[in-house]
């Protein structure tokens, strides 16, 4: 007996991974269509996939993409209607006719429409691991409150999902810690003395993954990975002394869930993000996601390093960070984030070195301080505080 097609809305379609959801969904076409796409400036790439895909709604963040949108669309004779701005975004992401949101913005801005298919009860795919990490627990009360289906589509948490027991009221009982892998990104042998030499190209060069490029400059200093561990914290419900991080170069081991009896389970793949996006869009199935099989007899050895050597610390000294606003207070969460987009953005615009990107983010979380937010009002104010404060700092470096 066929169903009824599930309906996505995909926010931020024209980034790496809102791109591979419509490569899956594509492969899918009995299963799944597309309802509404986002996107902040690619005008042409939105015009190409609502051509391809024929969603309701195409939603530009600002007017002038917007209606640039709205142009070529209607000398198309394309029937997808555009819209623009954040309040239209929240509304394809909680409208009534939606069954699935994959939440693929970059950054804190992508907290609201997250908030919003949460508060409507959507399945919530969530790749945006700043929702979770600024949001924290009013982000996870929205979710409760609004009856959504939280999945993580980061491959490390899905692994660690897919790891996990089925019932999370065991949980607690039967786990002992949660491993994160990390690949070590493009600069995991290079001597940290020559760090302030790098530039953004470099730093966007990463071994295994294809990524945008603010992401690959956190991978390249690990503070993907210090955003990851505070984001299995909250999605896990485990202690910060349950998550531990080893670096894993070959990337075919996602994460790991260690148990009392010292057993491991552990989720193994390709480094293709098509693959967590099908498990995320079909769980509790499985479908074909198009990424390529592991092939265990041409696989070179897997090999595994710990953090806690003087020449990774002095690499990646911003892993350590995670544990430490984790044990701060509420919000502190939220100031990392903020100081850490802006020192990304800076560094890539060649205003500080790519060494200065900790002390921006480690000054400000000296100077910002938190009242634990009760909501995303409170959120957003402590964002923007956070953010001028880096900015402060990232000027002062810069000069």
Known sequence: MSHPKKRVTILGST???GSNTLDVLARHPDRFEVFALTASTQVELMVKQCMQF???FAVMASEEHGKAVEGQLRNMDCKTRAMWGAAAIDTVASHEQVDIVMAAIVGAVGLAACLAAARAGKRLLLANKEA???GGQVFLDAVNRGGATLLPIDSEHSAIFQSLPDDPATWAQRVDKIILTASGGPFRTRDPATL???TPEQACAHPNWVMGRKISVDSATMMNK????IEARFLFGVTPEQLEVVIHPQSVIHSMVQYKDRSVVAQLGTPDMRGPIA????????????????????MADMTFESFDTPSHQARFAGLALA???LRAPPGTCAVLNAANEIAVAAFLDQRIRFD????????????????APQSLDDLLALDALSRAAAASVARRMGR
Do not use: C
């Open 54 to 56: 024929k969603p309701v």
């Open 323 to 325: 544990w430490q606003v």
């Open 196 to 198: 302030r030499d790098v």
């Open 132 to 134: 979770r990490v600024v």
């Open 15 to 17: 980034g790496s991974v």
């Open 279 to 298: 498990y995320g869009l079909s769980w509790p199935d499985r479908m074909a996601s198009g990424a390529a099989a592991l092939d265990f007899s041409a």
């Open 356 to 371: 200065q990107i900790h002390h921006v983010n480690t000054e400000t979380l000296a100077t910002v301080l938190t009242v």
């Open 226 to 229: 210090a955003l990851e561990v």
